[in-house]
T-cell receptor, first 117, second 117 residues
Framework: AQSVTQLGSHVSVSEGALVLLRCNYSSSVPPYLFWYVQYPNQGLQLLLK????ATLVKGINGFEAEFKKSETSFHLTKPSAHMSDAAEYFC???????????????WGLGTSLAVNP | DTGVSQNPRHKITKRGQNVTFRCDPISEHNRLYWYRQTLGQGPEFLTY????????KSRLLSDRFSAERPKGSFSTLEIQRTEQGDSAMYLC???????????????FGSGTRLTVV
């Protein structure tokens, strides 16, 4: 069984400040992990993914995330927030190579990021 | 190919009516997923196709819901006798079989927002 916990449903930062969005997972098999971003009234866009290669993953728009197996975490960071980063962010987990063909995603509840001028 | 296309974008229907949504995936993608997202929640898995075969169906999907993917191309999701609790964003996503950069990541459509009044 798999699950995802996103700590903090709302995060507010100032423009130019560090962004840190937290995600912890539970998985009975080595996982694949993902961060998606959703802008209002739009679908979900993949920011980055961990699929058992490098533990530090770089994504689009300056975001990166580090897979820490010992902490079962996959926190999302960005050194300097921009106003355009304001959106809903979702962490998701799926079974990895051992999970067979199904790549069903299990999602966290999301973190709403506000960026203040 | 411009991505995953979903139609209609918005649907308002009266309780008890039937509705059908369409998803056109990226043409070379073998896998197609349907998810449902309600306000303030992460997406919930509904069902999954590999080519034309429906391989998994969530217990969330009552027998009022049916999905098809004839010929392994576009997919339809039908809801019969709609209820107010069916109001949500219905998201479609597609992905290739695991290979190269396709490993583990989806491309989502913009969703169909259903409002049952």
């Amino acid at each position: 069984a798999q699950s995802v916990t996103q700590l903090g449903s709302h995060v507010s930062v100032s423009e130019g400040a560090l962004v840190l969005l937290r995600c912890n997972y539970s998985s009975s098999v080595p996982p694949y992990l993902f961060w998606y971003v959703q802008y209002p009234n739009q679908g979900l866009q993949l920011l980055l993914k961990y699929t058992s290669a490098a533990t530090l993953v770089k994504g689009i728009n300056g975001f990166e995330a580090e897979f820490k197996k010992s902490e079962t975490s996959f926190h999302l960071t960005k050194p300097s927030a921009h106003m355009s980063d304001a959106a809903e962010y979702f962490c998701a987990v799926s079974g990895g190579a051992r999970a067979g063909n199904n790549r069903k995603l299990i999602w966290g509840l999301g973190t709403s990021l506000a960026v203040n001028p | 190919d411009t991505g995953v296309s979903q139609n209609p974008r918005h649907k308002i229907t009266k309780r008890g009516q039937n509705v059908t949504f369409r998803c056109d995936p990226i043409s070379e993608h073998n896998r197609l997923y349907w998810y449902r997202q309600t306000l303030g929640q992460g997406p919930e898995f509904l069902t999954y196709f590999q080519n034309e075969a429906q391989l998994e169906k969530s217990r969330l999907l009552s027998d009022r819901f049916s999905a098809e993917r004839p010929k392994g191309s576009f997919s339809t999701l039908e809801i019969q006798r709609t209820e107010q609790g069916d109001s949500a964003m219905y998201l479609c996503a597609s992905s290739p079989l695991d290979s190269g950069q396709g490993l583990g990541g989806y491309t989502f459509g913009s969703g169909t927002r259903l409002t049952v009044v």
